[in-house]
């Protein structure tokens, strides 16, 4: 296993605050203890992707910072502020957004009621009509049920809705599963537009070329523990033991 607390770069990297930094994370669902130790920072503006196989703790790891896990033990910073002993709705109020891998879309709300479902957490959220701006496909939609929309069309409404929230971290678990080409390359240009305007994005990711794409950081997942981070610079060294490792 690979020294996770050494970045996997020739460059030294710079260290403000981290918007998210997560120490020594157990997780359990039942008996069955799956996430074991895991250490992370996202810096404020950054992408940081966790990549791993199947089952390796990347979704749980989420789970854990919204406290939506039955039982975790260590620290969990969000803007400085401790929140592993805090109550999912308290733990969103300090600026989180989640966007879970089933999208979390519901058959009896259209696009507009979902997007005036959330509350708003931070000063800066989005109106209806911006997050209508950032998707126009949604405003075509508008009337129509949640389950009713695309796959892609229901991932754009699960982000629209987590920025209505004015959260300035946002957590995406796996956005491009199960999506056409062309709707990945939308959903990347958004995650890249929201970077630019100021967001942190903590992003689950299978596709490797769609994370290489969009993430500044990344960190393998292995068995619950972090097992290597690379900057970009580092994962395209690294990328063949890489690939070994993912099983792909
Ligand atoms: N609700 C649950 N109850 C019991 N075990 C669970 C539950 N959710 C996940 N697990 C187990 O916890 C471990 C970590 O799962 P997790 O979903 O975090 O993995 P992952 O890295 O996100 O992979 P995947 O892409 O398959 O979701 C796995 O062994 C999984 O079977």
Not at 38 to 67: C, F, H, W, Y
Not at 96 to 112: M, N, Q, S
Request: proline share 6%; net charge negative; with cysteine.
């Amino acid at each position: 296993m690979t020294d996770a607390a050494a970045i996997h770069s020739s460059e030294p990297m710079l260290t403000p605050e981290p918007m998210l930094a997560i120490r020594d994370l157990h997780a359990w669902y039942g008996e069955s203890h799956v996430l074991h130790g895991i250490d992370l920072e996202v810096p404020p503006g950054q992408v940081v992707t966790l990549l791993g196989r199947n089952g390796a703790g990347k979704s749980t790891t989420l789970k854990s910072i919204m406290g939506i896990v039955p039982r975790r033990r260590g620290s969990i910073c969000l803007q400085g502020t401790e929140t592993i002993g805090l109550r999912p709705f308290h733990i969103a109020r300090h600026g989180v957004a989640f966007c879970p891998e089933d999208r979390g879309i519901y058959a009896t709300l259209d696009v507009k009621e979902h997007l005036e479902l959330p509350k708003q957490v931070d000063d800066g959220g989005f109106s209806t009509e911006q997050a209508l701006d950032l998707f126009p496909n949604l405003r075509e939609r508008l009337h129509s049920p949640g389950t009713k929309l695309s796959g892609g069309e229901q991932q754009m409404l699960a982000i629209a809705r987590s920025l209505r929230t004015g959260a300035p971290l946002l957590l995406l678990d796996e956005p491009t599963e199960g999506l056409a080409p062309s709707i990945v390359e939308q959903i990347g240009d958004t995650i890249k537009k929201l970077k630019s305007q100021g967001y942190t994005i903590l992003l689950v990711e299978q596709n490797l070329r769609f994370a290489m794409e969009v993430a500044d950081q990344f960190y393998l997942i292995d068995h619950g523990q972090v097992a290597a981070h690379y900057d970009r610079d580092g994962i395209e060294k690294d990328i063949d033991a890489l690939l070994a490792r993912l099983g792909v």
